[in-house]
């Protein structure tokens, strides 16, 4: 991994001749020799002689002189129907007319490979970065033109259901590694023409391919303007995961909260995409990126959609109380039991002073230790081959709670809190965001136990300030709660029904905040919001 | 080291640096959960009951068998040389932040309590939520010594079953030390603290096996009211005299009076509601009030022999209670005019406040001699709405059915 993070600053030369072929796709500007041999061996210099390059030789029953290579990498490209179509060639009865007038090229192009995505190819560069997104390429002997062939192929994960932000109700599908099954998958929901994709490719080496996805019209032009600006700033050799991507074009402002959405369901990236936002498809993950993103957003679900809205709002709401118990609690507690003792009521104190009689920490080292423990734990149990992590999260936790209980090293109260926090910060639908709190919490436990509830309070003046100076690509990011828009705090704190629902995000989409219901003139994008 | 590297490293060392401004930790404070103020030998005796929480709280393998609280007790010139002296017996802090109860001791009480007033409201530590007892006939401190059986920490004990008694029996009206600071302040109007008393031998009281027992050696009961007259301790209500003040004082929302019969026997009565009304002014010279309490009553018992069914018995029950209500309020208003001298009624601050012009009349600061002066009227209306789950008295329908 570290080599990828000492990124490539200076990309290769560019221009100049390549004696040595380096094997960099973008090193090879040269054009195709005519000479088959040259060209077989120019290709199998460049990768190394690696064995994964296959070249094969083909006969053409109309043209028995030709000589004709097809190259593919084993593994990438699914070469069965294209050897189909030269035996297709060879039983046809009927010769082709004008056969002698016809180029080869044109002739293979246009009878032997009548279907599938062709293209022609006169350069080394294309004829890499072809080989490599898994097609089959023929040479011709005597052209200084190859034929590519689309046989993408190879073994992929299918659509699964996502680990990631499970839902009770809703659809089971998530995105997989592959970035056109991704894209489908969206344009199955949304099946609108102005729902538009642009490609580009990220990574010096990977060549990742990176796709934004938006409703044009919709999506506020600046927003796209930004994004693709801070997509093409994007130096380095590889792109293995779409967090590099987010890191790149995330605000440069120092935040502990996650500026960028991701999620693995489809029906979570339609929605959004219906509201105005734009997606990040990228190659090779399932997670796809939102921009911009709110912070209520990621203390929504898209299940909040699908259940009826006087649920949904509870749900919310509970979610709301959990974010503010995983934030606070332990600070709460530490900084009423060791600064505010008078706040309690008689019989709590008492108890909790019993429990504490015999501990030899003072609250915050026992709240630190037991914090990081389960931090330990948690982590340890994620990284667990799946059937032992779960048993070893709960039964370490437990176990280590309840002795250290009896050992008179922690107080069981302080168990509580830590669990009850844990739990609650489990509750955060966005795993991104429930990390912010879980470093949020460590920071307010410091000032609690430095400054007792003032502290604290200064923390939490600090956190919301913060909170409403950031903004994701331009929108502010409390928006709707901080600037109010009383139109879209009906999905917000609480989800109104879909009767009531008629604004999309004021500060995604200022020109078009009214959804339209029947599809009319210019605005025929949004007839349902999804998630 | 850049900006951000070193404003980390300072936000982490600050934690370490401050050495945490003001922090106690639980174990190591002494939580005083009440506080009782005695004189002897012209010094304040201070005595605070501290819990000790292993015993109290339910966490296996701590309750060693010793008694939930301690009690230490310093002496001092001051009652703030008395509590920090405190320390010097009591291994911890002591902490008054969570101090429930503040019991004045007799002699203490006798005279005056506005010395202990000044430190309980100058330390911020004391809240203003705490309630004031008197002790009768005994030390605050031997107050403090008796141990409860079910609630096992005293000071709760007594604070749980005061608010029962003055909710369910209504012979004691509680007091909390802003109401106190309030009524010492409030020209016209003199204080009256619930009274507290052991019942049993003192000493006895104080071992913990004492609690094992069912029956216990000694506890802790109301005993009506103390009267001040401006901060020193004048005299005592007994409770039926209490009750009579508290109908007067404020809006009661349940008590019980006894009503004789006509004949032989009491009813009891369950009053629901009374709210009292007080006009006063001056009248030729002299203050007048008139009060008026109305109120709606239970039948909880009654040893009458009369048919509760009759309109007419139950107009004549609520002529006799109100009777008998207003005798009572009278006699007790009498009494504390002509005992005590202490206007415990606060009729002064009534008057000041529907008659300003008359009050100026009186001579300042001279309300404490003219309250002697004070003619009164009183009108009771209890209307007794229900007989409870039956009509007639039990003892009627038994002797009848025989015959």
């Given at each position: 991994?570290?080599?990828?993070?000492?990124?490539?600053?200076?990309?290769?030369?560019?221009?100049?001749?390549?004696?040595?072929?380096?094997?960099?796709?973008?090193?090879?500007?040269?054009?195709?020799?005519?000479?088959?041999?040259?060209?077989?061996?120019?290709?199998?210099?460049?990768?190394?002689?690696?064995?994964?390059?296959?070249?094969?030789?083909?006969?053409?029953?109309?043209?028995?002189?030709?000589?004709?290579?097809?190259?593919?990498?084993?593994?990438?490209?699914?070469?069965?129907?294209?050897?189909?179509?030269?035996?297709?060639?060879?039983?046809?009865?009927?010769?082709?007319?004008?056969?002698?007038?016809?180029?080869?090229?044109?002739?293979?192009?246009?009878?032997?490979?009548?279907?599938?995505?062709?293209?022609?190819?006169?350069?080394?560069?294309?004829?890499?970065?072809?080989?490599?997104?898994?097609?089959?390429?023929?040479?011709?002997?005597?052209?200084?033109?190859?034929?590519?062939?689309?046989?993408?192929?190879?073994?992929?994960?299918?659509?699964?259901?996502?680990?990631?932000?499970?839902?009770?109700?809703?659809?089971?599908?998530?995105?997989?590694?592959?970035?056109?099954?991704?894209?489908?998958?969206?344009?199955?929901?949304?099946?609108?023409?102005?729902?538009?994709?642009?490609?580009?490719?990220?990574?010096?080496?990977?060549?990742?391919?990176?796709?934004?996805?938006?409703?044009?019209?919709?999506?506020?032009?600046?927003?796209?303007?930004?994004?693709?600006?801070?997509?093409?700033?994007?130096?380095?050799?590889?792109?293995?995961?779409?967090?590099?991507?987010?890191?790149?074009?995330?605000?440069?402002?120092?935040?502990?909260?996650?500026?960028?959405?991701?999620?693995?369901?489809?029906?979570?990236?339609?929605?959004?995409?219906?509201?105005?936002?734009?997606?990040?498809?990228?190659?090779?993950?399932?997670?796809?990126?939102?921009?911009?993103?709110?912070?209520?957003?990621?203390?929504?679900?898209?299940?909040?959609?699908?259940?009826?809205?006087?649920?949904?709002?509870?749900?919310?709401?509970?979610?709301?109380?959990?974010?503010?118990?995983?934030?606070?609690?332990?600070?709460?507690?530490?900084?009423?039991?060791?600064?505010?003792?008078?706040?309690?009521?008689?019989?709590?104190?008492?108890?909790?002073?019993?429990?504490?009689?015999?501990?030899?920490?003072?609250?915050?080292?026992?709240?630190?230790?037991?914090?990081?423990?389960?931090?330990?734990?948690?982590?340890?149990?994620?990284?667990?081959?799946?059937?032992?992590?779960?048993?070893?999260?709960?039964?370490?936790?437990?176990?280590?709670?309840?002795s250290a209980v009896q050992a008179g090293l922690v107080s069981a109260a302080m168990v509580i809190v830590v669990s009850l926090t844990a739990i609650a910060n489990f509750v955060i639908p966005a795993f991104n965001m429930a990390i912010s709190v879980r470093m949020l919490r460590f920071f307010l436990m410091m000032v609690a136990a430095t400054a007792?509830?003032?502290?604290?309070?200064?923390?939490?003046?600090?956190?919301?300030?913060?909170?409403?100076?950031?903004?994701?690509?331009?929108?502010?990011?409390?928006?709707?709660?901080?600037?109010?828009?009383?139109?879209?705090?009906?999905?917000?704190?609480?989800?109104?029904?879909?009767?009531?629902?008629?604004?999309?995000?004021?500060?995604?989409?200022?020109?078009?905040?009214?959804?339209?219901?029947?599809?009319?003139?210019?605005?025929?994008?949004?007839?349902?919001?999804?998630? | 080291?850049?900006?951000?590297?070193?404003?980390?490293?300072?936000?982490?060392?600050?934690?370490?640096?401050?050495?945490?401004?003001?922090?106690?930790?639980?174990?190591?404070?002494?939580?005083?959960?009440?506080?009782?103020?005695?004189?002897?030998?012209?010094?304040?005796?201070?005595?605070?009951?501290?819990?000790?929480?292993?015993?109290?709280?339910?966490?296996?393998?701590?309750?060693?068998?010793?008694?939930?609280?301690?009690?230490?007790?310093?002496?001092?010139?001051?009652?703030?040389?008395?509590?920090?002296?405190?320390?010097?017996?009591?291994?911890?802090?002591?902490?008054?932040?969570?101090?429930?109860?503040?019991?004045?001791?007799?002699?203490?009480?006798?005279?005056?309590?506005?010395?202990?007033?000044?430190?309980?409201?100058?330390?911020?530590?004391?809240?203003?939520?705490?309630?004031?007892?008197?002790?009768?006939?005994?030390?605050?401190?031997?107050?403090?010594?008796?141990?409860?059986?079910?609630?096992?920490?005293?000071?709760?004990?007594?604070?749980?079953?005061?608010?029962?008694?003055?909710?369910?029996?209504?012979?004691?009206?509680?007091?909390?030390?802003?109401?106190?600071?309030?009524?010492?302040?409030?020209?016209?109007?003199?204080?009256?603290?619930?009274?507290?008393?052991?019942?049993?031998?003192?000493?006895?009281?104080?071992?913990?096996?004492?609690?094992?027992?069912?029956?216990?050696?000694?506890?802790?009961?109301?005993?009506?009211?103390?009267?001040?007259?401006?901060?020193?301790?004048?005299?005592?209500?007994?409770?039926?005299?209490?009750?009579?003040?508290?109908?007067?004082?404020?809006?009661?929302?349940?008590?019980?009076?006894?009503?004789?019969?006509?004949?032989?026997?009491?009813?009891?009565?369950?009053?629901?509601?009374?709210?009292?009304?007080?006009?006063?002014?001056?009248?030729?010279?002299?203050?007048?009030?008139?009060?008026?309490?109305?109120?709606?009553?239970?039948?909880?018992?009654?040893?009458?022999?009369?048919?509760?069914?009759?309109?007419?018995?139950?107009?004549?029950?609520?002529?006799?209670?109100?009777?008998?209500?207003?005798?009572?309020?009278?006699?007790?208003?009498?009494?504390?005019?002509?005992?005590?001298?202490?206007?415990?009624?606060?009729?002064?601050?009534?008057?000041?406040?529907?008659?300003?012009?008359?009050?100026?009349?009186?001579?300042?600061?001279?309300?404490?001699?003219?309250?002697?002066?004070?003619?009164?009227?009183?009108?009771?209306?209890?209307?007794?709405?229900?007989?409870?789950?039956?009509?007639?008295?039990?003892?009627?329908?038994?002797?009848?059915?025989?015959?």
């Amino acid at each position: 991994m570290g080599g990828i993070w000492r990124s490539i600053k200076k990309r290769f030369g560019g221009s100049s001749n390549h004696a040595q072929p380096s094997g960099s796709p973008d090193s090879s500007k040269q054009p195709l020799s005519s000479m088959l041999d040259d060209n077989t061996s120019q290709l199998k210099e460049s990768l190394g002689c690696s064995p994964d390059l296959v070249m094969k030789e083909v006969r053409l029953h109309y043209y028995p002189k030709a000589k004709l290579k097809l190259v593919y990498i084993a593994g990438m490209a699914d070469v069965e129907p294209l050897l189909d179509s030269f035996l297709l060639e060879a039983s046809t009865e009927q010769l082709p007319k004008n056969l002698a007038d016809q180029q080869l090229p044109e002739y293979l192009k246009t009878t032997v490979f009548a279907a599938g995505d062709i293209q022609e190819i006169r350069d080394y560069e294309t004829l890499f970065a072809v080989l490599f997104a898994g097609s089959a390429v023929i040479l011709l002997d005597g052209y200084d033109v190859a034929i590519a062939v689309g046989t993408k192929g190879g073994e992929k994960r299918g659509v699964e259901e996502p680990n990631t932000q499970v839902v009770i109700r809703g659809p089971r599908e998530g995105f997989t590694e592959t970035l056109n099954v991704n894209t489908a998958l969206v344009r199955r929901i949304i099946r609108d023409n102005r729902l538009w994709l642009e490609s580009r490719k990220i990574g010096t080496r990977t060549q990742t391919d990176v796709a934004i996805m938006y409703i044009k019209g919709l999506a506020d032009e600046k927003v796209l303007q930004e994004l693709r600006c801070r997509l093409d700033k994007i130096d380095i050799d590889g792109i293995l995961e779409s967090g590099y991507i987010e890191e790149f074009i995330q605000e440069k402002t120092l935040t502990p909260f996650p500026t960028v959405f991701n999620t693995e369901r489809p029906d979570t990236v339609a929605g959004s995409i219906l509201e105005g936002r734009v997606a990040i498809f990228v190659q090779g993950t399932p997670f796809v990126l939102i921009i911009p993103a709110l912070f209520v957003q990621f203390l929504q679900s898209s299940e909040d959609y699908y259940e009826r809205a006087d649920f949904a709002t509870l749900i919310r709401l509970l979610r709301y109380i959990s974010f503010g118990i995983a934030l606070l609690a332990p600070s709460v507690y530490i900084a009423v039991t060791t600064y505010h003792q008078e706040l309690l009521p008689t019989s709590l104190l008492i108890s909790l002073a019993g429990q504490r009689e015999g501990v030899p920490f003072p609250a915050v080292i026992e709240a630190l230790m037991m914090e990081i423990t389960f931090e330990i734990l948690r982590e340890g149990g994620l990284r667990m081959p799946k059937p032992i992590g779960q048993s070893v999260s709960i039964v370490g936790t437990l176990v280590i709670g309840q002795s250290a209980v009896q050992a008179g090293l922690v107080s069981a109260a302080m168990v509580i809190v830590v669990s009850l926090t844990a739990i609650a910060n489990f509750v955060i639908p966005a795993f991104n965001m429930a990390i912010s709190v879980r470093m949020l919490r460590f920071f307010l436990m410091m000032v609690a136990a430095t400054a007792g509830l003032y502290g604290l309070f200064t923390g939490m003046i600090a956190v919301v300030l913060h909170l409403c100076s950031l903004k994701s690509f331009g929108v502010p990011y409390m928006s709707p709660i901080a600037p109010i828009d009383p139109d879209n705090t009906k999905d917000s704190l609480i989800r109104a029904p879909w009767r009531s629902l008629f604004a999309r995000p004021r500060s995604i989409t200022p020109q078009n905040v009214i959804r339209k219901r029947k599809a009319s003139g210019s605005e025929a994008a949004g007839g349902k919001k999804q998630p | 080291m850049n900006g951000f590297a070193k404003c980390l490293l300072i936000l982490l060392i600050v934690p370490v640096l401050t050495s945490c401004w003001n922090r106690r930790e639980l174990n190591v404070l002494g939580i005083a959960i009440a506080i009782g103020i005695d004189k002897s030998d012209g010094e304040y005796k201070l005595s605070a009951q501290i819990v000790n929480p292993g015993e109290i709280s339910g966490k296996p393998g701590t309750g060693g068998g010793s008694a939930p609280i301690v009690t230490h007790h310093a002496t001092g010139k001051t009652i703030f040389e008395a509590i920090r002296k405190l320390t010097t017996e009591e291994p911890r802090r002591v902490f008054a932040g969570q101090t429930r109860i503040l019991v004045f001791g007799e002699e203490f009480a006798r005279e005056g309590i506005a010395e202990a007033m000044d430190i309980v409201t100058r330390e911020p530590e004391v809240s203003a939520n705490i309630y004031m007892l008197v002790s009768r006939g005994t030390t605050a401190e031997n107050i403090l010594k008796v141990l409860t059986s079910i609630e096992k920490v005293p000071a709760l004990s007594i604070l749980n079953s005061m608010k029962a008694s003055e909710k369910y029996w209504g012979s004691i009206k509680l007091v909390k030390l802003d109401d106190l600071l309030d009524t010492l302040m409030t020209e016209g109007m003199q204080p009256a603290l619930p009274a507290i008393e052991i019942k049993g031998d003192p000493i006895a009281g104080q071992a913990l096996d004492h609690t094992d027992q069912s029956d216990l050696a000694s506890v802790l009961h109301f005993t009506g009211m103390a009267v001040f007259k401006e901060d020193k301790l004048a005299g005592w209500l007994e409770e039926d005299e209490s009750r009579a003040y508290r109908f007067v004082t404020e809006k009661v929302k349940n008590s019980v009076v006894q009503i004789p019969c006509s004949t032989e026997g009491v009813t009891s009565l369950e009053m629901i509601w009374t709210k009292n009304k007080i006009r006063g002014y001056i009248k030729r010279g002299k203050p007048y009030v008139s009060i008026q309490i109305r109120g709606e009553a239970n039948v909880g018992e009654t040893q009458c022999r009369e048919s509760l069914k009759k309109p007419e018995t139950m107009k004549e029950l609520q002529k006799r209670t109100n009777d008998s209500l207003r005798r009572v309020i009278e006699k007790t208003i009498l009494t504390v005019q002509e005992q005590y001298g202490s206007d415990i009624f606060g009729f002064g601050a009534e008057i000041h406040r529907s008659d300003p012009k008359g009050w100026k009349k009186l001579e300042e600061h001279t309300w404490i001699k003219e309250f002697g002066n004070l003619d009164f009227e009183t009108h009771v209306d209890i209307r007794i709405r229900h007989t409870g789950m039956i009509v007639d008295p039990v003892e009627e329908s038994t002797r009848r059915t025989p015959r």
